[in-house]
C-alpha cells in the first residue's frame, strides 16, 4: 500500500509558475512509473505527465509540453511537477498516481493503465 500527498498548489497569475511535490509513503516509489492527473471544474480527469524510475524517461499532454516539466528525487520520494507559462486552462485539482507494478511504462500510465493509488489532490487556480 502506498499513499501520495500533494503540495504545494495554490493561485497564480497567467505566465506565472508553480512548483506541485507529491510526496509517497508505505511504499518506495523508486522502481515505479509516477504521474500527474488533473480534474478541471466539470471535466473529466485527464493525464499531465508521467516519469519512469529513473526519470530518464518522460511524457507529456500536448496542452503542456513545453511548459510543464516532470522530475522526481527518489531518495526523498517525491515527485514533482513545474509549472511554468501557465493558462486559465491549467486551474484544475492536480493529482499525483502511481501504478500497481514496476512494468508500467509512462505511456502506460499516459493511458490510465496500472493505476491504482492516488492522492488528495492540489488545487491550482490560474487568474487572467
Known amino acids: 500500500q502506498v499513499k501520495l500527498l500533494e503540495s504545494g498548489g495554490g493561485s497564480v497569475q497567467t505566465g506565472g509558475s508553480l512548483r506541485l511535490s507529491c510526496a509517497a509513503s508505505?511504499?518506495?516509489?523508486?522502481?515505479?512509473?509516477m504521474g500527474w492527473f488533473r480534474q478541471a471544474p466539470g471535466k473529466e480527469r485527464e493525464f499531465v505527465a508521467a516519469?519512469?524510475?529513473?526519470?530518464?524517461?518522460?511524457c507529456y499532454a500536448d496542452s503542456v509540453k513545453g511548459r510543464f516539466t516532470i522530475s522526481r528525487d527518489n531518495t526523498k520520494n517525491t515527485v514533482y511537477l513545474q509549472m511554468d507559462s501557465v493558462k486559465p486552462a491549467d486551474t484544475a485539482v492536480y493529482y499525483c498516481a502511481a501504478p500497481t507494478t514496476p512494468v508500467a511504462a509512462p505511456e502506460d500510465v499516459a493511458g490510465g493503465y496500472y493505476l491504482e493509488f492516488w492522492g488528495q489532490g492540489t488545487l491550482v487556480t490560474v487568474s487572467s
Open positions: 516519469i519512469n524510475l529513473n526519470g530518464d524517461s518522460t
Open positions: 508505505g511504499r518506495s516509489i523508486s522502481i515505479y512509473t
